[in-house]
């Protein structure tokens, strides 16, 4: 089955175009696009298939979702421009800071805390909306799966040759993102003044 939502990327081979050209086709409005809550656009294959055979785009071309192949999430509504506008901030120096520790460069250790740190300011501002526990643990791995799409798009991101290799990039990029995920918490708790106590044994 052919993939609905298509990134710049695939979008602008689908029209074989360069990237640059559709965003800025996609700017002025011939081509209709949607924003995931990270900030990427998204393209419906049904509006460039009719850009391509000459018909006006339509607007409508299926239903304004933050990303291909699911369902509108209902947590992505309770970000208003600001907050996402911080998350797209976050996310980028997230990604800087993710292709940084699992290249090697640097301080692993400062990676690890200022991952966490994102992670807080990333939790603070979705305190911010009301959302619940569960939500911003959807929110999150949502928030995952995009730092993760773009830097394996980077051409630094690292091509593992072999098994050994593959588990060590993995466990690196686990052991970083884990710290974003507790530190998305912490500034959770801390924005909306719950407290989780953990289980003593």
Do not use: C
């Not at 990029?173 to 909306?192: K, S």
């Amino acid at each position: 089955m052919a993939k609905e939502w298509l990134t710049l990327r695939e979008a602008s081979e689908l029209l074989g175009i360069h990237p640059s050209t559709l965003r800025r086709w996609s700017d002025d409005g011939k081509i209709p696009f949607v924003r995931t809550p990270g900030g990427h656009r998204r393209f419906h294959r049904r509006a460039l298939e009719a850009y391509i055979q000459g018909g006006p785009p339509k607007a409508e071309a299926g239903p304004p979702v933050p990303s291909p192949d699911e369902s509108t999430p209902p947590w992505t509504e309770a970000f208003d421009e600001r907050q996402r506008a911080r998350v797209r901030e976050l996310g980028q120096r997230l990604l800087g800071l993710l292709l940084q520790h699992i290249a090697g460069q640097g301080d692993d250790r400062r990676h690890l805390r200022e991952g966490r740190q994102v992670g807080r300011a990333y939790g603070e501002t979705i305190g911010q909306t009301g959302l619940s526990l569960l939500e911003v643990v959807e929110a999150f791995l949502f928030f995952r799966s995009q730092i993760m799409e773009m830097a394996f798009q980077t051409p630094s991101f690292p091509r593992p040759g072999d098994e050994a290799e593959r588990r060590h990039l993995h466990a690196r990029i686990d052991r970083f993102l884990n710290q974003v995920l507790l530190g998305t918490i912490e500034g959770y708790e801390q924005a909306t003044g719950r407290r989780h106590s953990s289980p003593r044994g």
